[in-house]
């Protein structure tokens, strides 16, 4: 069974090195969330899987706010495949679509009169569909631009912008 394993995790090593035609991009952003209507830092990667597919893991998480004496935290996690439908010179244009987990906190404290402080969280497991563009000025800084939804409870559309370094 281990044999199987390691002979399987080499072949999908030596396929994703020769389909391969990107370069592996680490980068950071900015993202705006309609959902708690508030601006979050992200960082994501790029890993080329197949020709004019990559797998893009991000992380955003959203400054905390307060409203009413209300304090609120959000971070999500994705997990996204990226297909370039146009991969040209000076700019790639790709459609994605993956996995997201939210998790809010919610807190107040005594202030509002209900004696004493208290907080609750909750994570929830959604989908993300959106669109993207990587703006491929020479060099290696890849400014790009990103549109999701995702679908998850309440809904979220989130509007991203950054950069992405080759690696």
């Known amino acids: 069974m281990k044999k199987t ?3 399987i995790a080499f072949m999908a090593g030596v396929l994703t090195s020769v389909w391969a035609q990107e370069e592996t991009k680490i980068g950071t ?3 705006y969330g309609s959902e708690i209507e508030n601006i979050g830092i ?5 890993f080329p899987i197949a020709e004019n597919l990559t797998i893009s893991p991000s992380l955003i998480y959203y400054f905390p706010k307060e409203e009413f004496g209300i304090k609120w935290s959000w971070f999500e996690v994705n997990g996204n495949a990226n297909y370039y439908f146009v991969n040209e010179d000076n700019i790639g244009v790709y459609a994605l679509g993956g996995l997201n987990y939210s998790s809010i906190k919610v807190s107040y404290d005594e202030s ?10 909750d994570g929830e497991f959604g989908l ?18 990103e549109l999701k939804y995702v679908i998850i409870d309440g809904g979220q559309l989130v509007a991203g912008a950054g950069v992405k370094f080759n690696l």
Request: hydrophobic share 50%; charged share 5%.
């Open 5 to 7: 394993a390691l002979f």
């Open 112 to 121: 509002l009169g209900f004696g004493g402080s208290s907080s609750a969280s």
């Open 29 to 31: 952003f900015v993202a």
């Open 128 to 145: 993300n569909l959106g669109a993207g563009a990587n703006f491929n000025i020479g060099g290696s800084i890849t400014p790009f631009a």
């Open 42 to 46: 992200g960082a994501n990667a790029e």
